[in-house]
Structure formats: C-alpha cells, structure tokens
DNA sequence: TCTGGGGTCCTAGGACCC
DNA sequence: TCTGGGGTCCTAGGACCC
C-alpha cells in the first residue's frame, strides 16, 4: 500500500528567547533578547517593536527601551532542541533536521498507527508544550516546500494543514518573499516585474523568470510557485564544508593581528574536522575590509589536510595574497577560514597519542603527520577536562570573542 | 539596519583534456 | 596552421538559509 504524501514541518517559535522564558517566569510576557552586542533572538514581545535577530544591540534599545538583555543558556537550547525532535521521532523515524529549532517530517508511512497528519500534528504541539513548556509552529503538506510554507504562515505557535485539494488557493495569496530561497535581492527583482505574490510568479512564464534571475533560480521558483517541488525528506545528511570565522571591528591589517585570528580559526575548523574523521582538499579564506566588502582566494591541494597548524598556514598565504590584491586596504573587520571538498579520514592514531614519531624529535622538521598526532592528543586532552585546557599561548591571550564559543557550537548543524 | 556565525547552492570564466 | 564541441575541474563572487 502507498500512502498519500503527507510533509510536516515544525518550527520552534522565536526559541532561545522562549527557552529563557521558560526557564526565568519573570521574563514571560517580556520583551527580551538574547545577547547583548549584538541580538541573537528576540522575543515575540520584542518582536513588536521591530527588534529583530542580527541586529545590533545599540539599535535595539532604540526600537524598545525597555527591552531586557540575557546571558544565553546555550546548553540548554541543545537538550530541549533535542527533545522536541525526540517527540517527533515517536511519530515517524523519517526526520530531516533543518537546524536547532526545525525539522522536517515524512509522516505518511506512520497515519495508519497515529491518526491523519493533522491528528500528528496537533499532538507533536500539544506534547512539546506539555512536555518542554515551549510553544512550536507546524506546517503539514504535501511537499516540504508548502509545509514550510505553512508553518510560516501559522506563526506564533500555530498549525495549519493544507489540503492537497485546495494547495494553490491557499499558496497563491502569499507574497513572494515567503518562498524558500527568495531573499531581498530576488524580491526587488521580483517586485520590478510587477510580481509581489506567489500567484503573480506563478502566472509569469518561466523563460522570462530564468531571464531575469538565471536558469537555476528561474526555473526552480516556477516549480515551487506551482508546488511541484517533489523533493524527499533526507534523513542523512554530511557537512560539505566547514568553517569558522571571526568578526575583529575595524583593525589594522597586521601581521601579529593576522597571524593570532588566523592559528584561532584553524584551530577551530581542523578540530571539529578530526571530530568528524574528516579532511579536505579545498581551503577557503576570506577577508573584509573596513567597509565590509570582502573577497576570498581559494587553494585545493593534491592531499586532504586536517592539521591545525597546517591549515593556519595554508590561510596565511591565501590571506596575504588577498592583501596584496588589495594595497590600498589598510584596515580589515572580519577573517575567515573554510575547508571544503572533504573525505573520510579515520583516526587510525588514536589509540597512541602520545608516541610521536621520529621526526618530532629532530630539531627543525614537523612532519604533517607528527603535527596531526599532536592535535590529537590536544583533541583528547581538551575531550577530558574541556575546551579550555589546552589553547595556543597566542590564542588564549587574544581576549574575549563577541559571540560566546557555546552559541557558535549551535550554529553548526550536525 | 552599517551588520555575528556556520552553512548551501549557483554562476561564470579559464585551464585542460579528449 | 587553423579549427569544432563537450566534459571536468578550479577559482571568485554572490544570494540565501537558519
């Protein structure tokens, strides 16, 4: 038997500042944010005013005076992340996490034992508000697109099912925006054809979309105003790349300054890449200059490379080559490092951190190897008594990051 | 609104090969 | 010496997502 195609979406609303109000009952029905810089949630009651995530903390205690500032509970935004998707998981094995807060769902296989989509949805809501004590938007369709779509629309802490019968009358009315992949460049472009809704796209011939906005987007907009974007719930999925960046305000362009920010980006990416038993080819790095235009100079090596210092190295050169490109530029506000085109590399030395190889011992050479070693016995020293044991000397005086390291571990998807 | 951090996908030109 | 066409990889930039 096949079973009619049933996508739900679900989306924790505003979250971190829902999980703080949860977990501090004085903060309930306040405008806060989580941050303090720079916002990294809002509240639904922040929300009003205009404060948005992102957004520089000055400008939001313009928009809202009385909005309050908290410390985030990073911790606890990944165990009830967690659990909410735990209680999707009763309902159906076929999940497909979007990030901390979303997921989608392929429940069609699971209505014979749970009731229709709707039923499942409702109870997902009910049990991550009765179970977790916080409120979560759900969207249930026929195509992933759609039941995003409808969790959109059904926010703050709403559902909305939409009928496989009645699909364009409900995604037709909704501006253009609501489209997953068109953001505010591809909106004014939109908007100067004269299409604001979803209908009007729809109604506009797909040669001139592709025209205007290139093959690829033109032609998967048409597809996706006329929801047939048939694309299935992936429940596996493997990074393609990983990076780490940093944001320094407006400083010189010095060697000291480069070559610290850089050895505390490599050190961030060659980690997590080791973590994963990961390596790669490609290494990316980017510069921003003070007026925030930023260019990036790229290498793929004929090896895969997972060492820290090997990475900082290799980012050294790509960023003095930027440099040079680029005289005129005094002062830089943000680096970045990024390795892609990775591979598997199992940890075969694992089990012998400390027995470094000859080589180590002869003044003057560092094998990549010996290097690898070393890293992952700092790997293992900081997995025993945490991240903080171990840091390069140039690194742990480099001062206090904008973001806290916690937040930037939820930004990762895994 | 002058802007944090980790990702994905697309485009376009050039090098290189058959 | 001049020339067609297709495929793949690499690099740089940009839009977009959460």
């Given amino acids: 038997m096949s079973d009619a195609p049933a996508i739900l979406h679900a989306d924790l609303d505003a979250f ?50 009385q909005l ?20 999707v998981r009763d309902f159906t094995p076929l999940i497909e996490r979007i990030s901390i807060d979303e997921a989608f769902a392929d429940v069609a296989g699971s209505i014979h034992l749970f009731g229709p989509p709707g039923e499942i949805a409702a109870k997902i809501r009910s049990r991550t508000r009765n179970e977790v004590g916080l409120p979560v938007s759900v969207g249930v369709a026929r195509t992933k697109h759609l039941a995003k779509i409808a969790s959109q629309v059904a926010k703050p802490d709403g559902m909305i099912v939409v009928d496989p019968a009645t699909e364009l009358e409900f995604l037709h009315p909704l501006p253009v925006d609501l489209i997953w992949g068109v953001g505010p460049v591809t909106m004014k472009r939109l ?28 032609s998967k907009l048409e597809a996706l105003a006329w929801n047939r974007d048939l ?12 990076s780490a960046q940093s944001a320094i305000g407006r400083q010189d362009a010095t060697e000291a300054l480069i070559a610290t920010t850089l050895r505390h980006l490599a050190d961030r990416v060659a980690t997590r890449l080791r ?37 900082a190295g290799i980012a050294a050169d790509l960023v003095h080559s930027a ?42 050479t560092e094998s990549g190897a010996a290097r690898w070693t070393l890293d992952r016995s700092v790997d293992q020293v900081r997995a025993r008594f945490g991240r903080n044991a171990v840091a390069y000397a140039s690194v742990a005086l480099a001062g206090n990051p904008a973001v806290p390291d916690d937040f930037r571990e939820l930004a990762q998807k895994d």
Avoid: W
């Avoid at 694309?231 to 990983?242: F, K």
């Avoid at 990961?278 to 100079?297: E, I, N, P, Q, Y």
């Fill in 16 to 65: 971190y500042a829902s999980v703080e109000q949860l977990l501090s009952p004085a903060l309930r029905g306040r405008p806060i944010a989580v941050g303090g810089g720079v916002v990294l949630a809002a509240s639904y009651e922040a929300k009003a005013f205009g404060v948005r995530g992102g957004m520089p903390g000055r400008l939001a205690r313009e928009l809202c005076p």
């Fill in 68 to 87: 309050q500032f908290v410390p985030g509970h990073y911790q606890e935004y990944q165990a009830l992340g967690d659990q909410v998707i735990d209680i």
């Fill in 191 to 218: 908007h100067g054809m004269g299409i604001t809704t979803i209908g009007e796209l729809a109604a506009t011939p797909g040669r001139s979309l592709e025209h205007l906005l290139g093959r690829a987007i033109g």
């Fill in 231 to 242: 694309r299935a719930v992936e429940v596996t999925h493997r990074a393609g790349s990983v």
């Fill in 275 to 311: 973590a994963k038993n990961r390596a790669g080819r490609t290494v990316t790095a980017r510069v921003r200059f003070a007026d925030l235009r930023s260019v990036t100079r790229s290498v793929t090596l004929p090896a895969s490379v997972s060492a820290t210092s090997v990475l």
């Fill in 323 to 364: 440099l040079a490109d680029h005289p005129s530029e005094r002062q830089i506000s943000l680096l970045a490092i990024a390795v892609s085109h990775l591979q598997d590399e199992p940890a075969l030395q694992l089990e012998l951190p400390f027995e470094l190889g000859d080589d180590d011992r002869r003044p003057g």
